[in-house]
């Protein structure tokens, strides 16, 4: 059997593996002719997983016999389009797909439904300044159709949207963009699989982000489980279970993003896929549930074994997981140790090469690599994280270290909650 897989990265490659490893044969599809996924591969193709003629060629060429992604928004569209239009087996259809991509039409689903989110609108680059006279600031702006905080700024006044709204467009098929007023939370990432219309939560987890002043949401890691799942479970599973509801998403993958603050629990963007963060690496390991062979056998039409999703009871999960996607600061790399030699390493990789030179943190392209690393407490997973960052270096050529470790991203956020809390004290004085 032959599958088509859209996406030829890091985070695709132990997808590309594990089809290998049952017997199946890999085509990659991928506009960058280096990925690692295209050299592990049976076949590759050079075309961008957004383009859906090229992609239903490619298609076409090998006959094959199913098609998926992983870890990446936007191809979620193209693999339902191929899907449909050459009667594939399929997870969710292309309406439903639009609907989880686009985020004009995700947000205006979740308002539709009265399911809890960020107010909004939706602008073009000549957009009047009355058009926000209803929107607080500070505010986000995003693209409406990428991924990987591509595009994303927090902006804090009409004058800086103006400056801005031609880069968020830039990464974008869509002549407009959205506005969110910003909301002060922490947040939280669910993955989960739909079998037949019935929610079952797998993973619920602190998505750990860092701030500029302008750059925001870059993640840079997942512990599961989150600090917030005793006092939120029951709420998250309910929103859960309604947002399948109101999406019709029948089968496969979820990956919600919630927001958690003063105002409580939102929803802030969904998608149908398994996470960008290697969760088809964690989740198995964490919950015996192998989400990955699940997605493979359905989309090729195989049987799909249920037994352990059907068994698995999230509330009965004890063990602690950590999953690092760690930055560098600017520079050339010269050195870096391997990470396999770090006996806390579940599993790892880098993004980065010798002599590549690594530019400033704005998106979550940055990133120089991950691990993963499990726990017995919370106390035990971040000492273990700590220790297997001090033992990470990753060299420039003057023997600097350049590796942003876990504490110091921790005190940066930290410092900057705490400077906005202040400013907010500071503006609630004034009024």
């Not at 592990?40 to 003629?53: H, N």
């Not at 000549?126 to 929107?135: G, H, M, P, Q, T």
């Not at 602190?206 to 939120?232: A, Q």
């Not at 927001?259 to 149908?272: H, R, S, T, Y």
């Amino acid at each position: 059997m032959k599958l088509l897989i859209l996406g030829g990265s890091n985070i695709q490659v132990n997808t590309i593996k594990k089809a290998k490893s049952i017997g199946i044969e890999t085509i990659v599809s991928d506009y960058n002719n280096i990925n690692k996924g295209k050299k592990i591969s049976d076949f590759s193709e050079c075309v961008s997983t957004f383009d859906i003629e090229s992609t239903l060629d490619v298609a076409k060429k090998y006959n094959i016999d199913g098609i998926l992604t992983v870890g990446t928004d936007q191809p979620v569209y193209t693999v339902a389009k191929i899907q449909e239009s050459l009667k594939l087996p399929f997870l969710i259809n292309a309406k439903t797909a639009l609907a989880v991509t686009n985020k004009k039409i995700m947000k205006k689903r979740f308002m539709d439904n009265n399911l809890s989110s960020n107010k909004y609108i939706i602008i073009n680059k000549n957009f009047k300044a009355n058009e926000l006279k209803d929107i607080k600031f500070p505010v986000v702006m995003k693209p409406l159709d990428s991924q990987g905080q591509r595009g994303i700024f927090k902006l804090n006044s009409i004058e800086e949207i103006r400056e801005n709204i031609d880069k968020t467009l830039s990464f974008s098929r869509s002549d407009e963009v959205i506005i969110e007023e910003y909301y002060l939370s922490d947040e939280i990432t669910v993955s989960g699989w739909v079998k037949d219309s019935k929610t079952h939560l797998l993973t619920i987890t602190d998505r750990l982000k860092f701030e500029t002043n302008k750059h925001i949401g870059i993640c840079y890691g997942h512990n599961f489980k989150s600090k917030y799942f005793d006092d939120y479970y029951l709420e998250i599973e309910e929103f859960s279970k309604n947002i399948v509801n109101v999406f019709n998403i029948e089968n496969g993958p979820i990956y919600f993003q919630f927001l958690v603050g003063n105002e409580g629990l939102k929803i802030n963007e969904i998608a149908c896929r398994i996470g960008g963060a290697y969760e088809d690496i964690l989740i198995p390991k964490v919950t015996n549930v192998d989400i990955l062979e699940m997605l493979i056998n359905y989309s090729l039409g195989l049987k799909v074994d249920y037994t352990a999703l059907e068994n698995y009871d999230i509330t009965k999960i004890y063990e602690y997981s950590s999953v690092q996607l760690f930055f560098t600061k600017p520079g050339k790399i010269v050195d870096k140790t391997n990470l396999s030699e770090i006996k806390e390493i579940y599993d790892g990789g880098y993004n980065i090469i010798e002599n590549q030179e690594v530019k400033m943190i704005e998106d979550a392209s940055a990133r120089a690599g991950y691990f993963i690393t499990f726990a017995k407490n919370r106390k035990d997973l971040d000492m273990k994280i700590n220790s297997i960052f001090k033992q990470i270096k990753i060299l420039n050529e003057k023997g600097d270290n350049l590796i942003i470790t876990y504490q110091q991203f921790n005190d940066s956020v930290e410092d900057w909650r705490s400077k906005w809390k202040k400013l907010c004290w500071f503006y609630a004085c004034l009024c």
